[in-house]
């Protein structure tokens, strides 16, 4: 069974940087489209944005132009490099593959205090 392992998470004040890595057990990263997401409490997962097998990289209006997905298929892991955080940025960040997820990891708290 696949595993999906997200990192990098932490605690940084508002304008802060974090990068977040993915990394599967198989090459589920470079033959899939990928997807960042991220969840609150009492909240539903969100989608983040998402990087295909081809490199293009699509991200929601709230992220765009701070945060960058990347690859890096020699090592099946996804990266999302997060700039400028602000506090709505809060949140457990998983990775999954767009079409057919796999099993969730168990995300990676990241908490941007203001």
């Known amino acids: 069974q696949v595993q999906l392992v997200e990192s990098g998470g932490g605690l940084v004040q508002t304008g802060g940087s974090l990068r977040l890595s993915c990394a599967a057990s198989t090459s589920i990263t470079s033959d899939n489209d990928m997807g960042w997401y991220r969840q609150t409490p009492g909240k539903k997962r969100e989608f983040v944005g998402r990087?295909?097998?081809?490199?293009?990289?699509y991200y929601i209006q709230s992220v765009r132009g701070r945060f960058t997905i990347s690859r890096d298929d020699a090592k099946n892991t996804v990266y999302l490099q997060m700039n400028s955080l602000k506090p709505e940025d809060t949140g457990v960040y998983y990775c999954n593959t767009l079409a057919n997820p796999v099993a969730w990891g168990q995300g990676t708290q990241v908490t941007v205090s203001s």
């Open positions: 990087i295909s097998s081809s490199g293009f990289t």
